[in-house]
């Protein structure tokens, strides 16, 4: 039961929804922008988070945040498709890949890929192909439309400015169907948190390798990218390596302790590098 009164706004414009936002903050009442929504509902029925909300924002139908298709030469994801839509789409097979073991399919109708990336559960799985292929975020603010690259904005999350939100994601068209791999290993089940994600990308230079929990965020590492494109050494020393080179502590919880995630990264790296003839 959600026990929080809250003033619902649905603007059908992207300038409107910022000028809203502007209104109520001025006005106190904390507003959030509210996309698929799976997280702020949840949230508030167990008094969790947004205590303060006195207004929810919904921007899922504003039409720029609902194009999907190829621009030029890259293919635009709006901020309000869902990750059950981008399971259906065969354009970018390594996102598809991913938010096809995101959550329930239920769930995945209603999760926005925006959503999914910027919201407070750390795995943001669908996070992992856009850091591989340096996507650009198209975020609206009062100033209008800019293009941010993704590496810009995130450092262990994506860091919105207050008031801002993601219209639009774009990615290279060169990027879309190289040779990858996604590989994903769960406490039960096919569906569920992580215990790791582990996603790699072949380009002409090197592979690209990012992961979902292994530590307390998701990431990709410039370091261990080097370290894993290493020809002169064993994949046991490059394993050794990829440990000390890790961003944060290993996680230990109930999905999985620090030695059996250390156990997993083995095999998933061991697999990952043989798929893409990395030895």
Excluded: W
């Excluded at 109708?109 to 591989?132: D, H, Q, V």
């Excluded at 439309?145 to 008031?163: A, M, Q, S, Y």
């Excluded at 380009?203 to 690209?208: C, F, L, P, S, Y």
């Excluded at 064993?234 to 502590?249: H, W």
Aim: net charge neutral; glycine share 6%; hydrophobic share 40%.
């Amino acid at each position: 039961m959600i026990t929080n009164n809250f003033e619902y706004h649905q603007p059908f414009t992207a300038a409107k929804a910022i000028e809203l936002f502007q209104q109520l903050d001025k006005e106190g009442k904390s507003p959030v922008y509210f996309n698929g929504g799976t997280e702020i509902i949840t949230m508030l029925r167990i008094n969790a988070f947004y205590n303060n909300t006195q207004a929810v924002i919904n921007i899922r139908n504003i039409p720029e945040c609902n194009a999907i298709g190829f621009q030029g030469d890259h293919f635009i994801i709006g901020g309000s498709i869902t990750l059950a839509h981008l399971e259906e789409r065969e354009e970018f097979p390594l996102l598809r890949k991913n938010c096809g073991r995101i959550a329930d399919h239920t769930s995945r109708e209603k999760i926005t890929i925006a959503g999914n990336i910027c919201g407070s559960i750390m795995y943001k799985e669908a996070i992992l192909p856009l850091l591989l292929t340096d996507a650009t975020l198209l975020i609206m603010s009062e100033l209008g439309i800019r293009e941010v690259p993704i590496h810009e904005i995130f450092d262990n999350k994506i860091n919105l400015d207050h008031g801002t939100f993601i219209v639009q994601i774009a990615i290279k068209k060169s990027y879309l169907n190289l040779q990858f791999v996604s590989k994903k290993i769960t406490k039960i089940g096919r569906i569920g948190y992580p215990v790791l994600t582990v996603n790699g990308l072949q380009t002409e230079e090197k592979v690209r390798f990012a992961f979902s929990g292994l530590c307390a965020f998701p990431f990709r590492s410039y370091a261990i990218e080097k370290i894993l494109n290493s020809v002169a050494d064993s994949f046991e020393e490059k394993l050794s390596a990829v440990i000390k080179a890790l961003p944060a502590p290993i996680l230990d919880d109930a999905h999985g302790s620090s030695a059996y995630r250390e156990f997993v990264l083995r095999y998933l790296l061991e697999e990952s590098l043989t798929k893409l003839k990395v030895r």
